[in-house]
T-cell receptor, first 111, second 117 residues
Framework: GQQLNQSPQSMFIQEGEDVSMNCTSS?????WLWYKQEPGEGPVLLIA?????ELTSNGRLTAQFGITRKDSFLNISASIPSDVGIYFC???????????FGSGTRLLVRP | GAVVSQHPSRVICKSGTSVKIECRSL??????MFWYRQFPKKSLMLMAT?????????EQGVEKDKFLINHASLTLSTLTVTSAHPEDSSFYIC?????????????FGPGTRLLVL
C-alpha cells in the first residue's frame, strides 16, 4: 500500500530559527495537506496543496507540492514557542477521499 | 476554515458498556466523513469511511459490528463502540470532507478521548 516517509521525526530548535520538514512517497498524490496537532486535540489544517509545483504560504508557513507529485515540504520561518506540536503531512490519491498520513514531526521550540 | 465538532470530548465507561461519539460539521454539509483512531505518539489510523445515507466502509482489520457507524444526515455521523473493553481505550478523531470548486479538503474534529475501565 501507499506509504509516506516523513522526516525528521523530531526537532528541538531555538526560538527564532527556521524549520524545514518533508514527506516523500513512492506513489503519486493528487493533493498534499499539512496539519498541526497539539496534545489532546485533533489535527488542524495548515496548508492545502492541489497542483504539482504549487508553492503556498500561510503566515510564517510555506509549503510546496513537489513537481514529481511524490513529495512535499513545509517550512516554518522564525519559529516561536507556540509552534510546538506534531506536524503531519497527508497525501490524497486521485479518485479517493482517503488520506495517507506521514508519521509526524514533533517540534519543540526552546524560548 | 470549516469547523467540525465532536461530542463528548472525553468519556470514561465501564467494560461491557457501549459508547456513542458524535461528529458534526457545523458550517458545511459533508456527504463523507471519516473516523480515525490514534494511539499515543502515533499517527492517525483510518478506521472507516462514513457515507451519508449508505453503509460505512471499514478498513481492513476493523470490526464493523464492534464500531457501528451511522451517517444519517449531511452534518452528523456517529460512532458507537459496542461492548467496550479496555483495549478500545484510545483517542478517536473524525473528519469531514469540504468540497469547493472541485477541491476536497478534510477538516478534523477535536477528538474524543475514550477510557474503558
Amino acid at each position: 500500500g501507499q506509504q509516506l516517509n516523513q522526516s525528521p521525526q523530531s526537532m528541538f530548535i531555538q526560538e527564532g530559527e527556521d524549520v524545514s520538514m518533508n514527506c516523500t512517497s513512492s506513489s503519486i498524490f493528487n493533493t498534499w495537506l499539512w496539519y498541526k496537532q497539539e496534545p489532546g486535540e485533533g489535527p488542524v489544517l495548515l496548508i492545502a496543496l492541489y497542483k504539482a509545483g504549487e508553492l503556498t504560504s500561510n503566515g510564517r508557513l510555506t509549503a510546496q507540492f513537489g513537481i514529481t507529485r511524490k513529495d512535499s515540504f513545509l517550512n516554518i520561518s522564525a519559529s516561536i514557542p507556540s509552534d510546538v506540536g506534531i506536524y503531519f503531512c497527508a497525501g490524497q490519491i486521485q479518485g479517493s477521499y482517503k488520506l495517507i498520513f506521514g508519521s509526524g514531526t514533533r517540534l519543540l521550540v526552546r524560548p | 476554515g470549516a469547523v467540525v465538532s465532536q461530542h463528548p470530548s472525553r468519556v470514561i465507561c465501564k467494560s461491557g458498556t457501549s459508547v456513542k461519539i458524535e461528529c458534526r460539521s457545523l458550517d458545511f454539509q459533508a456527504t463523507t466523513m471519516f473516523w480515525y483512531r490514534q494511539f499515543p505518539k502515533k499517527s492517525l489510523m483510518l478506521m472507516a469511511t462514513s457515507n451519508e445515507g449508505s453503509k460505512a466502509t471499514y478498513e481492513q482489520g476493523v470490526e464493523k459490528d464492534k464500531f457501528l457507524i451511522n451517517h444519517a444526515s449531511l452534518t452528523l455521523s456517529t460512532l458507537t463502540v459496542t461492548s467496550a473493553h479496555p483495549e478500545d481505550s484510545s483517542f478517536y478523531i473524525c473528519s469531514a470532507i469540504l468540497a469547493h470548486r472541485s477541491q476536497e479538503t478534510q477538516y478534523f474534529g477535536p477528538g474524543t478521548r475514550l477510557l474503558v475501565l
